[in-house]
């Protein structure tokens, strides 16, 4: 079956750095993408790796590597505003979306 | 670029009746819609993957004629929760494809969602 694996919950503080990680086992891989969502909205996007390394945009990057089924999301300079729920979705070989049941990030100050 | 409107936002009803919610992609033509739902604290679920001209196709378990999903035309899918239920309240989400985009052909546009309770 498909699998995508993360922490359900992390905790952090203002000002720090945080790493949210993503473990998957899906039929086929077109690509991962890391959402943030939070509560009562809708997800918006935040990145997408379809070839190993890191993509860096602004306070956040996001790495992959396909050999191991892995990806991370990095969090710079948190922010308060930062606090939500962070989605990793995998693109299979259909096409469709495989989402993980997010981690929610919380910020302290 | 890719905004995707959702009508409407929040709507409350009554027991059995039926409710229709709206998503468009205002400004690109999206093939593919997608519709989700999402209950308190837990992650988005595939309710059907809608498809302009043809068929929805729904994910398992996902009764198709009591959740209509119609889309007309490259910029609207509307969904019709039938005889809601209390059970039924949730949030809904549609999202979009921009297929011939510049970015990654298959990010999901997110509309902002519509919170159906259901009395």
């Known amino acids: 079956g498909q699998n995508i694996d993360q922490p359900t919950e992390m905790t952090a503080t203002e000002g720090a750095i945080v790493q949210i990680n993503c473990t998957y086992q899906?039929?086929?891989?077109?690509?991962l993408f890391w959402y943030q969502q939070h509560a009562g909205e809708a997800p918006t996007f935040l990145s997408y790796n379809v070839l190993d390394g890191l993509e860096e945009k602004g306070r956040f990057s996001s790495f992959l590597s396909r050999s191991k089924g892995y990806s991370y999301l990095l969090l710079k300079e948190l922010q308060m505003k930062d606090s939500a729920s962070y989605l990793c979705?995998?693109?299979?070989?259909?096409?469709?979306?495989?989402w993980g049941a997010g981690t929610k990030l919380i910020i302290k100050p | 670029g890719a905004v995707v409107s959702q009508h409407p936002s929040w709507v409350i009803c009554k027991s059995g009746t039926s409710v229709k919610i709206e998503c468009r992609s205002l400004?690109?033509?999206?093939?593919?819609m997608f519709w989700y739902r999402q209950f308190p604290k837990q992650s988005l679920m595939l309710m059907a993957t809608?498809?302009?001209?043809?068929?929805?196709?729904?994910e398992q378990g996902v009764e198709k004629d009591k959740f209509l999903i119609n889309h007309a035309s490259l910029t609207l899918s509307t969904l019709t929760v039938t005889s809601a239920h209390p059970e039924d309240s949730s949030f809904y989400i549609c999202?979009?494809?921009?297929?011939?985009?510049?970015?990654?052909?298959?990010?999901?546009?997110f509309g902002p969602g519509t919170r159906l309770t259901v009395t």
């Open positions: 979705a995998v693109l299979d070989s259909n096409y469709q979306l495989i």
């Open positions: 999202s979009a494809r921009d297929e011939w985009g510049r970015r990654s052909s298959y990010e999901q546009y």
């Open positions: 400004d690109f033509q999206a093939t593919t």
């Open positions: 899906t039929s086929g891989f077109n690509g």
């Open positions: 809608s498809n302009e001209g043809s068929k929805a196709t729904y």
